[in-house]
């Protein structure tokens, strides 16, 4: 395996006197998918809102050890955290479609980063749409509200519109949640094809969906990492019992 | 008596006193405009008055009017939706949050009159070298001080509605909290915000005794903000009290009605379009 592009090293975090996670110890290699399991309450999201920094939005979090992106620590104080942002773009849990229109969704985040000239605009969001599988929907329909789109057509855009923003790591917390298991597949489908250009991180209770899709998995339990391996390798021969008490549904 | 029998009654009750409700509004309305809206005419819009308005039209007053609601308002929006913004987006829910919310709470609640005091001795005598004494600056920023809390708080409620998913979709693609703030909350929240301006308009408008006290009350067409004025509600309260002419009274409170029923209109419109972007 190559060096990581991402490495949390002795990572804790405390929401107040409440500690979440305890010394998180994880490599991700570059252009995989990662998937990150565990029952409910684990972890899981904390971590991986760790990993762009929106965790400083919650009031009271504090944290302990490192996390090294490229070989800088992104808690260091010279950190942008804009620009890491950039880098590490995020996909949540409910689709957040802005009440703008499709276009404007997608172009959000350029406009933001300087972006002015319309036929470059044009093409980020064509080449967005596209890389989201979601182009042949709404081609038609660009300048109609985001809002119209269904529930996996607004997470594919919102997928787009990180991909706008040219990010090299892409985090996702349960991006299927909320949606039914057609628009499931098609989503998944989608993340196996951002693997070839971009790293992947993706929180889900859905362990087959972490069979299917990732490469590398991590299980956490209470705010542990309990083992991280080859995803098929933790899927039939995990090396840990509550690993394996897990993945045969003895709990969570 | 049985419950169903209670109920029916209760109902009975209840659907009298709302078409009560109904038809005294429709009463009062439907008088003035039958006694008003027969004076009104492109005459009376646009000329002047003459015997202190006893006759003639109502001109000065529609400029007065606009001159004091465009002025009060480009002074309080600004200000209103800044705070607003303030409070939802960069304070937490602390101590001075709850200072400032209680500030405008109260101010809220005190009469009209007694920001016509106010004006009066602020801005009128104190600073009559900055405000021209009884003036348009001066009324309009006492109409500032009393339209504040209703231009803050539907700012603040407009803001609070907009989900954190969308302020947390926005900072995670690498937007600055301004950004986001510009760019995505503020065109988010904007119905609720016009919703609060229009509502604040309507206090302009229909205001009479605080401008009483702060506006001057002459006929004259002002020149600058700080001439005197008179806005169409201190007409008709002063040409019904020093005249007697109830048929220009009765005019102007048709064009009254008419101007607070439009406001009030696109008010709601604006209302129910903030409500169906949510939903
Ligand atoms: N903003 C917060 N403030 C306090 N505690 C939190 C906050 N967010 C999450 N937690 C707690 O941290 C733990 C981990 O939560 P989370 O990362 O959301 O778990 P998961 O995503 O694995 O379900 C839970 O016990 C949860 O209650
Ligand atoms: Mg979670």
């Known amino acids: ?252 | 008596m049985n419950v169903l029998r209670k109920q029916k009654i209760a109902f009975a009750c209840l659907s009298g006193l709302g078409l009560l409700t109904v038809c005294v509004l429709i009463f009062i309305i439907g008088y003035i405009l039958s006694q008003g809206l027969t004076m009104i005419n492109i005459e009376f819009l646009t000329s002047k008055p003459r015997k202190m308005g006893a006759e003639g039209g109502i001109f000065p007053a529609i400029i007065g009017t606009l001159y004091l609601v465009i002025t009060t308002m480009i002074i309080a929006t600004p200000i209103g939706v800044g705070a607003a913004i303030y409070l939802n987006e960069y304070t937490s829910r602390g101590k001075i949050t709850s200072v400032i919310r209680f500030a405008t709470e109260a101010l809220a609640g005190i009469p009209s009159i007694v920001f016509g005091l106010f004006g009066f001795a602020f801005f009128v005598i104190l600073l009559e070298p900055v405000t021209g004494g009884w003036s348009i600056l001066s009324a309009a920023l006492t109409g500032v001080t009393m339209v504040l809390p209703t231009i803050v708080r539907t700012a603040e409620e407009a803001l609070k509605a907009v989900p954190d998913s969308l302020r947390e979709g926005s900072l995670a693609l690498g937007t600055t909290k301004w950004q986001t703030i510009k760019g995505l909350i503020l065109p988010t929240a904007m119905p609720g915000i016009i919703t609060g301006i229009i509502l604040s308009i309507g206090r302009v408008v229909g205001e009479t005794a605080a401008f009483l006290l702060t506006l001057g009350g002459t006929l004259l067409i002002p020149q600058s903000l700080m001439d005197g004025s008179r806005t169409l509600s201190l007409h008709l309260y002063m040409v019904a009290m020093e005249t007697g002419a109830m048929d220009v009274a009765f005019g102007t409170a048709a064009v009254l009605i008419i101007l607070i029923l439009i406001i009030n209109l696109t008010a709601s419109w604006f209302f129910r379009r903030l409500i169906k972007r949510f939903s």
């Open chain 1, 1 to 252: 395996m190559s060096t990581p592009q991402i490495a949390a090293k002795n990572l804790d975090l405390f929401y107040g006197e409440f500690q979440a996670l305890h010394d998180i110890n994880l490599n991700i290699s570059e252009k995989q998918i990662t998937a990150l399991i565990g029952p409910s309450g684990c972890g899981k999201s904390t971590f991986l809102r760790t990993l762009n920094r929106m965790n400083d939005l919650v009031k009271g979090v504090s944290i302990k050890g490192e996390i090294q992106i490229g070989g800088e620590n992104i808690y260091d104080k010279s950190v942008n955290v804009v620009e890491l942002r950039k880098k590490v773009g995020m996909v949540f849990q409910k689709p957040n479609p802005f009440p703008m229109s499709i276009y404007d969704n997608i172009a959000y985040g350029p406009r933001a980063h300087g972006i002015k000239k319309k036929a470059q605009l044009n093409e980020i969001v064509e080449r967005s749409l596209k890389q989201a599988a979601l182009w042949n929907e709404v081609k038609d329909r660009l300048h109609s509200s985001a809002l119209g789109l269904s529930g996996g057509q607004q997470q594919r855009l919102c997928i787009a519109r990180v991909l706008a923003v040219e990010p090299e790591i892409v985090l996702m917390d349960e991006p299927t949640s909320a949606l039914d298991p057609l628009a499931t597949l098609k989503v998944e489908e989608l993340v196996n094809e951002l693997k070839q250009q971009y790293t992947i991180v993706i929180v889900t209770h859905n362990m087959q969906q972490a069979a299917r899709i990732s490469d590398i998995t991590s299980f956490f339990l209470n705010g542990k990492i309990v083992e991280t391996d080859i995803t098929s390798k933790v899927f039939t021969n995990p090396s840990n019992k509550q690993t394996e008490d897990y993945i045969t549904g003895k709990f969570g």
